[in-house]
């Protein structure tokens, strides 16, 4: 293997962890398996520009109806219909019903405490 296909297989590896929601243990797997890639092929690193970390999301206090409100930051709005909105939040893909949104820009969301328990994102 050259250091091509191994940057063809860390990208591979990262979609799949990333953008489909992989279990802890696919996590691992998939971090053991860059690691040794990269350990195998240094110069990978040499273009390589770290992402900035996730910060953790700021509890709110309380918001409409009486409900706990959570803030996350958004990567993108990836799509909105008339009853929901596509986020990105941690390279991942959220439906959220606007009914559960109190409020939306494009750098960060403030959802009801309930709906990030059911998203998981809490």
């Known amino acids: 293997m050259d250091a091509e ?32 890639l990269i350990m195998q ?7 390589f520009e770290a992402p900035e970390p996730e ?7 309380r918001g409409r109806r009486g409900a706990d409100s959570v803030t996350f930051p958004v990567q993108s709005i990836e799509h909105e219909t008339l009853k929901a909105v596509l986020v990105m939040i941690r390279y991942k893909e959220y439906w959220v019903p606007r009914s559960q949104i109190i409020r939306l820009s494009p750098t960060e969301i403030v959802m009801t405490g309930w709906m990030a328990r059911e998203l998981k994102l809490v």
Do not use: N, Q, W
């Open 55 to 61: 910060p953790e999301p700021v509890p709110r206090g």
């Open 41 to 47: 092929f240094p110069c990978l690193l040499d273009d």
């Open 5 to 36: 296909k191994a940057m063809e297989r860390i990208s591979m590896l990262m979609h799949r962890t990333t953008a489909r929601g992989a279990s802890e243990s696919e996590e691992a797997a998939a971090a053991a398996m860059i690691g040794r």
